[in-house]
């Protein structure tokens, strides 16, 4: 179910280690041509060796065409794909990707940016800091890690035109290096846009700290990684419905909407099949859904008109999906 779309033909052009267990990895045009422009906070699918499909954000400057860079974390639960990234890609291995997407993208009449980024979270922050120093924007940046020596990109923050804007805070460091975000996201100002990437736990703990402190949703940006492991015990059969036939499709116990849809030969576009992505949003025409992604703002999920088939699932009886 999973697809690279638009795909380009890319070559490994070099492969660093950046931090314990972060690799980076610059990509150029197989055929040597410039690859297609991207702005700051866009993210490209890769087709991991192995066969699954992963998303990984652009953490070069947005103004370069002659390479993309990302940077991979090494995850001790991987299904394949970060595991793959490191141990089967080498220097001149050809890999397929997309075209670059944007679902993370600066909010360009902004007067102020407060960027927060939490491990390989950094990765499209990096990218919204060489944009806006770029173009003498105002920003700060926090950079939160368990450490130094896991702390990506540190050496290249450090000398680029921008590090003054930096804070770096380390978990095993001192208690008065460390990131007090009551104190940080205290008073919401007018024209200062939020924007924070990495683990949930961090992303979970900015977003609500910062709604807690008043912070408007539409000065909010984030962008997911993966979505929160759940218990899929209690999952309920339900039907869903599609507008354009009539045709009913049973959603059984452990079994996705798309996977169901798939079976009975309707076949929706994937990408993360973890509900980060947004690939597969689809509209909701009647019934409840029960949202588990980690794409849709809670008033999006509030709405209850459109819902995430690769994860979600529903709390009526019947949904009727625009298909």
């Known amino acids: 179910m ?40 866009s993210h490209i699918d890769v087709a991991v060796p192995g066969g699954l499909t992963r998303q990984y954000s652009l953490c070069n400057a947005p103004d370069e065409s002659h390479r993309y860079q990302i940077a991979v974390l090494r995850d001790p639960k991987s299904r394949g794909g970060s595991a793959g990234m490191h141990d089967r890609v080498r220097i001149g291995d050809e890999l397929t990707i997309s075209y670059p997407k944007n679902h993370f993208a600066l909010a360009h009449d902004a007067r102020h940016h407060l960027l927060l980024a939490g491990g390989i979270g950094v990765t499209p922050i990096l990218c919204m800091a060489e944009r806006l ?21 540190v050496d290249r923050i450090a000398l680029a035109r921008y590090a003054p804007r930096v804070q770096c805070h380390f978990d095993d460091g001192a208690h008065s290096q460390k990131l007090h975000l009551a104190a940080l996201l205290a008073r919401p100002e ?28 539409a000065q909010l940006h984030y962008e997911f990684f993966a979505a929160e492991a759940r218990e899929t015990a209690g999952d ?16 059984g116990k452990g079994k996705s909407v798309v996977a169901a849809l798939a ?16 690939t597969c949003l689809t509209r909701v025409l009647t019934g409840e859904p029960e949202h588990f992604d980690a794409y849709l703002t809670p008033d999006e999920r509030a709405a209850n008109d459109q819902f995430l088939p690769c994860c979600s699932r529903s709390k009526s009886a019947r949904l009727v999906l625009d298909l």
């Not at 890319?10 to 045009?29: P, Q, T």
């Open 2 to 41: 999973t697809s690279v779309e638009g795909a380009l033909k890319v070559r490994v052009a070099a492969k660093h280690d950046e931090a314990v267990d972060i690799c980076s990895f610059e990509l150029v045009r197989a055929d040597g041509g410039p690859l297609p422009a991207f702005s700051a906070g």
């Open 133 to 153: 120093a770029a173009i003498g924007a105002s920003f700060d940046m926090h950079y939160c890690t368990r450490s130094r020596a896991r702390t990506a990109f």
């Open 190 to 217: 007018p024209g200062t846009h939020l924007y924070v990437c990495g683990p949930k736990g961090f992303m979970d703990a900015v977003l609500n700290t910062a709604r807690e402190a008043s912070w408007a949703d």
């Open 236 to 251: 309920e059969r339900f039907e869903v419905e599609i507008a354009s036939s009539g045709q009913v499709v049973v959603v």
């Open 263 to 278: 079976a009975a030969g309707i076949r929706i576009e994937t990408s993360c099949e973890q509900g980060v992505c947004g």
